[in-house]
């Protein structure tokens, strides 16, 4: 069975970082596109990052200059290191890896990341 085991939000001051896991299992597969996205509440579900096997990445706006993304490929595994956050990051970040081959969709089931004095 499918596995998105997400790690790493919680709390944190204006300026200050955090650094979201995500190790996905099970699937069969090996996994092509990896990455984040985040929803605040009464927003829409946006990109945070994504990056693929070789290492190139894409990245949302907001983010641009304080977020980085990184990966495992031998783990299936996906990073974002969160620097500056700021109030307006505040959201749940979802993980997200897309299968090699069938091109299957995995989610993670959230992790909340506050930003807050």
């Known amino acids: 069975q499918a596995q998105l085991v997400e790690s790493g939000g919680g709390s944190v001051q204006p300026g200050g970082s955090l650094r979201l896991s995500c190790e996905v299992s099970?699937?069969?597969?090996?996994?092509?596109?990896m990455g984040w996205y985040r929803q605040s509440p009464g927003k829409e579900r946006e990109l945070v990052a994504v990056i693929i096997p070789n290492g190139i990445t894409r990245y949302g706006d907001a983010v641009k200059g304080r977020f980085t993304i990184s990966r495992d490929n031998y783990k299936d595994a996906v990073y974002l290191q969160m620097n500056s956050l700021q109030p307006e990051d505040t959201a749940v970040y979802y993980c997200?890896?897309?299968?090699?081959?069938?091109?299957?969709?995995?989610w993670g089931s959230g992790t909340l990341v506050t930003v807050s004095s």
């Open positions: 997200n890896a897309v299968a090699q081959g069938w091109g299957t969709e995995f």
């Open positions: 099970g699937t069969g597969y090996r996994m092509n596109r």
